[in-house]
T-cell receptor
Framework: GALVYQYPRRTICKSGTSMRMECQAVGFQATSVAWYRQSPQKTFELIALSTVNSAIKYEQNFTQEKFPISHPNLSFSSMTVLNAYLEDRGLYLC???????????FGKGTRLTVV | GEQVEQRPPHLSVREGDSAVITCTYTDPNSYYFFWYKQEPGASLQLLMKVFSSTEINEGQGFTVLLNKKDKRLSLNLTAAHPGDSAAYFCAVRDWTGGYKVVFGSGTRLLVSP
């Protein structure tokens, strides 16, 4: 079946440092990968949508300078949170979709704590 | 762009009662709808996916209704039990192939014995 793995599952970083998180698709080709953030007690905000061989599209309030994303092939994507501060804490979710698929497969997320 | 409104934000019911969560959306091109459950500290668990061609879908202990005319999607948990206590999110995706999924704001359900 189609699975999406995210790692690390939990991480803690010091304020002002950076944290890289990874997303791996297994069992299908991840043509599109979306990264979401769920801040404490909030919903899931789309950070950016990455499609292989296309430019990465960032949503309002999120920038490449803050959340650089790499999507080098059909099974892997990574995102870095640069200069993390308290407001960056939360659950970061990766959702991947294959060409022609309706369903988005989500990983279990990376929970970021900033201290 | 698509906007999804979810109500209520918090819901408390007793065991055995039903619980109804509703989402309204704005984009008439929306074609795929999803309900997710998120238990405390955990990630998303897909409960059901609904295509716009189907109006009523039944799962284990719940029913999903889609009213395309009113652009309304609802999740009805019948005979809720304490294990249903969690946050529930609706999500909407359009048909245009861009695959942007927009989540509702979430409903925190508490089922007490």
């Amino acid at each position: 079946g189609a699975l999406v793995y995210q790692y690390p599952r939990r991480t803690i970083c010091k304020s002002g440092t950076s944290m890289r998180m990874e997303c791996q698709a297994v069992g299908f080709q991840a043509t599109s990968v979306a990264w979401y953030r769920q801040s404490p007690q909030k919903t899931f905000e789309l950070i950016a949508l990455s499609t292989v061989n296309s430019a990465i599209k960032y949503e309002q309030n999120f920038t490449q300078e803050k959340f650089p994303i790499s999507h080098p092939n059909l099974s892997f994507s990574s995102m870095t949170v640069l200069n993390a501060y308290l407001e960056d804490r939360g659950l970061y979710l990766c959702g991947a979709r294959g060409q022609g698929n309706t369903e988005v497969f989500f990983g279990k997320g990376t929970r970021l704590t900033v201290v | 762009g698509e906007q999804v409104e979810q109500r209520p934000p918090h819901l408390s019911v007793r065991e055995g009662d039903s619980a109804v969560i509703t989402c309204t959306y704005t984009d008439p091109n929306s074609y795929y709808f999803f309900w997710y459950k998120q238990e405390p500290g955990a990630s998303l668990q897909l409960l059901m996916k609904v295509f716009s061609s189907t109006e009523i879908n039944e799962g284990q202990g719940f029913t999903v209704l889609l009213n395309k005319k009113d652009k309304r999607l609802s999740l009805n948990l019948t005979a809720a039990h304490p294990g249903d206590s969690a946050a529930y999110f609706c999500a909407v995706r359009d048909w245009t192939g861009g695959y942007k999924v927009v989540f509702g704001s979430g409903t925190r359900l508490l089922v007490s014995p």
